[in-house]
């Protein structure tokens, strides 16, 4: 049963204590429950279903994102697009499915000793693409925003393909980050959690883990508060959890705070977070693009992905809603007003950093605010600078190559192109925080695996390495970022590792 | 105050700064006030005043010369008229959208709306000796440029969060849809599945 918090001061005694129930929570919940374990899950967003996704963005980014849609690294350089909900992030995130990349893996088993091995994961990839009904897109099936970087990188000879989507019967409405008005996203809270549920789960919404308790080498218990679901501040009544064994599934950020706030800092602990940090590009065109209807995402190019010493990118789609656009877009005041006026016209493309892969990459710090939040920090570098402006470029060629009347940087005083030879005008501005807008939907790292403990919090098998009952089965786990969009990596390791804490059961 | 002093000292070279600041008469520090809604939640009335003011010049609407080149690009565009700020209430939506803020983010805000409209950090800065509430339209937008484009971080940040609530206020709202040329969610289709 999923429970809409609680009236009551609850204690618990489960087999297993899942906090968070997002690609990681829920697929560790099913597994364990229908190996009919007694699966407790802890959820501090809100059961949110169809019948309250209106498509109205300010409702949708403050019931179903963290910090009421606010998150950001601590100077506001970054903003970052996380879930906040039964279902986590799969609630809104905007159905791209890949598997984690061969080299990436090769990388992790190389650098950390990871276990994960492509032939390993097929069958949990398999799995997952079934039960979320995984499958490419074809072309007709895109809408302008993306088809103009699929005819683009065709013209230039650059690969690019359509992406695979999680979705069935899908009215390519074009609000998958506002939730799925006809749930025909394949989210966590339509597949996995309904099959932990049926198998005997309890997943309790609106409950706040604020701290582990452990005593010795065992995690005791998940003590947290009960959250008003509308107002999301403490009701007074507070949950307590004593499992047999407890899973972290609050994904990068909420987890590593989570351990930060329990003194489980031993190690890396919220170090070595990956954000994918993506900046944004509008390219104007003639004829209308209606970006704000059609599949969010549905084309993606990894042609610049591997660039020798030079970080890599990867150009997607992002989808241009009115208030997402207004706050991405550069200038304010009639400059502000000029770019959103021609709405229906723009495409907006984004270049996403592959980081990770440098190891002299710090990448972004989580530590804790006054507040006891997860605080993030992630300083801009003359790497990031590099790739960023590479992305623009990039995106500023095929844009133009398409047909595209004009490409805008979104720099605070915004770079106007129109023809090759202005490109080169991208060196120009200033690169530096909030000089130019930048955000991120993809968070990784926090938690990073390894067999050696002075580099990583948990080991190959995700078990936490000072705590023998203590696993984290989320992103947060990644050692690096992937180069791809990551919900089906974090659902087919996750399934993987449900083995692991099955094992730790018996 | 202590670590207001502190940052000043530490960012821009302290004393030198701080004593150009004090020869700027008191009378000039007064946010110039606004009649505020009942039943203010987060801002205190000079605070609605302050974001009030940014809201006015961050969603201005006079054309500029970027504004008419961009027009060539797509060419007219017929569409209703934007509502203005009378109609949309950016700074008391603020206030409640920030209600909940917690106590130190509370607390940086506050300080941040603070110092935007401090007549001594503007003279200190290079601007003119008023509060950014008593400034002419432009004097404002003189102002907030100098604060997006700063040297500081830390008034770049300042300038991306009030920027930043102030869009997403504004053209989130379902009332400015057509004059963006967003005919809004498709409704109907949804309906016609849900049934």
């Known amino acids: 049963m999923i429970h809409a918090g609680s009236d009551t001061d609850l204690v618990l005694k489960p087999d297993v204590c899942i906090v968070g129930s997002g690609p990681g929570g829920s697929m560790v919940a099913s ?208 949950i307590r959890v004593e499992p047999r064994v407890l899973v972290v599934s609050g994904g990068a950020l909420n987890s590593p705070a989570l351990l930060l706030r329990s003194g489980l800092d031993r190690g890396p602990v919220g170090k070595k977070t990956w954000l994918h940090p993506t900046i944004a590009m509008g390219a104007f065109y003639k004829d209308p693009v209606e970006g704000f209807y059609g599949a969010p995402q549905s ?50 493309t984004i270049s996403l950093m592959i980081d990770g892969f440098d190891e002299a990459e710090s990448g972004g710090t989580v530590t804790l605010r006054k507040d006891s939040g997860p605080k993030l920090d992630y300083p801009f570098t003359p ?84 705590v023998e009952n203590l696993f984290v089965v989320d992103g947060s786990v990644f050692p690096t970022g992937l180069g791809v969009n990551p919900m089906e990596s974090i659902y087919g390791i996750s399934s993987w590792a449900a083995d692991n804490v099955k094992a730790a059961l018996t | 105050m202590t670590s207001r002093r502190g940052f000043l000292k530490k960012t821009l070279g302290g004393a030198l700064l701080l004593g150009a600041a004090a020869a700027v008469p008191v009378a000039l520090r007064k946010t110039r006030l606004r009649a505020a809604p009942p039943g203010l939640k987060f801002f205190t009335t000079a605070e609605y005043s302050i974001w009030s003011a940014v809201a006015e010049r961050v969603l201005a609407r006079e054309p500029t010369p970027t504004t008419a080149a961009e027009a060539k690009l797509t060419g007219p565009v017929p569409r209703p008229a934007a509502p203005g700020l009378e109609q949309i209430d950016v700074a008391a939506k603020a206030d409640a959208f920030l209600a909940p803020l917690p106590p130190g983010d509370a607390k940086d805000l506050k300080q941040l709306l603070a110092l935007f409209d401090n007549a001594l950090f503007s003279v200190a800065t290079g601007g003119p000796a008023k509060p950014f509430t008593e400034m002419t ?59």
């Not at chain 1, 403050?62 to 970054?78: H, V």
């Not at chain 2, 991306?160 to 005919?183: E, H, N, W």
Request: hydrophobic fraction near 40%; glycine fraction near 8%; charge should be positive.
């Open chain 1, 383 to 466: 790497r990031m600078h590099e790739c960023f402006i590479a992305g623009m470029k990039a995106i500023a060629k095929l844009h133009l190559a398409n047909g595209a009347l004009e490409v805008q940087t979104f720099h605070n005083d915004p770079v106007h192109i129109t023809t090759e030879a202005d490109i080169s005008k991208i060196d120009q501005p200033p690169m530096g925080p909030n000089l130019f807008a930048a955000f991120t939907a993809h968070q990784m790292g926090g938690c990073r695996m390894g067999a050696d403990p002075a580099h990583s919090v948990v080991d190959p098998k995700l078990r936490h390495h000072d």
């Open chain 1, 299 to 348: 084309v993606a190019s990894h042609h610049f992905a591997h660039r020798n010493e030079n970080a890599g990118f990867f150009l997607e789609a992002a989808p241009v809603h009115p208030m997402l656009s207004a706050i991405a877009a550069p200038g304010f005041g009639a400059g502000l007003r000029g770019r959103m006026s021609r709405l229906p016209n723009l495409c907006a």
């Open chain 2, 137 to 195: 339209p432009e004097q404002q937008d003189a102002h907030l440029r100098a604060w997006q484009t700063s040297r500081l971080a830390v008034r770049r940040t300042g300038f991306q969060a009030m920027k930043r609530l102030c869009a997403a206020i504004y053209f989130g709202d379902p009332s400015t849809f057509a004059s963006v040329g967003y005919p809004g969610p498709p409704y109907d289709l949804v309906k016609s599945v849900r049934r």
């Open chain 1, 31 to 238: 597994r364990l429950a229908r190996a009919g374990a007694k699966v407790v899950v802890l959820e501090e967003g809100g059961h949110n279903t169809k019948e309250q996704f209106d498509m109205q963005e300010p409702r949708a980014f403050q019931r179903l994102y963290q910090d009421r849609g606010n998150r950001a690294t601590a100077d506001l350089s970054i903003a970052v697009l996380q879930g906040r909900s039964v279902g986590g992030g799969t609630v809104i995130n905007w159905t791209t499915s890949y598997r984690t990349p061969d080299d990436v893996l090769a990388y992790w088993q190389k650098q950390q000793g990871s276990l994960l091995t492509p032939a390993i994961l097929k069958p949990h990839f398999e799995e997952v693409e079934q039960r979320l009904g995984i499958q490419k897109v074809d072309y007709e099936d895109t809408n302008a925003n993306n088809r103009a970087i699929y005819d683009g990188c065709k013209k230039l000879g650059w690969q690019v393909d359509t992406t695979r989507r999680n979705v069935r019967g899908c009215l390519r409405t074009g609000y998958c980050g506002m939730g799925c008005p006809v749930d025909a996203k394949q989210s966590a809270a339509l597949t996995y959690l309904p099959d932990a549920v049926a198998a005997g789960a309890e997943v309790y919404a609106n409950c706040r883990v604020e701290k582990i308790e452990t005593s010795g080498k065992r995690a005791v218990a998940a003590v947290g508060l009960v959250l008003d679901a509308q107002t999301f501040q403490a009701t007074g009544r507070t």
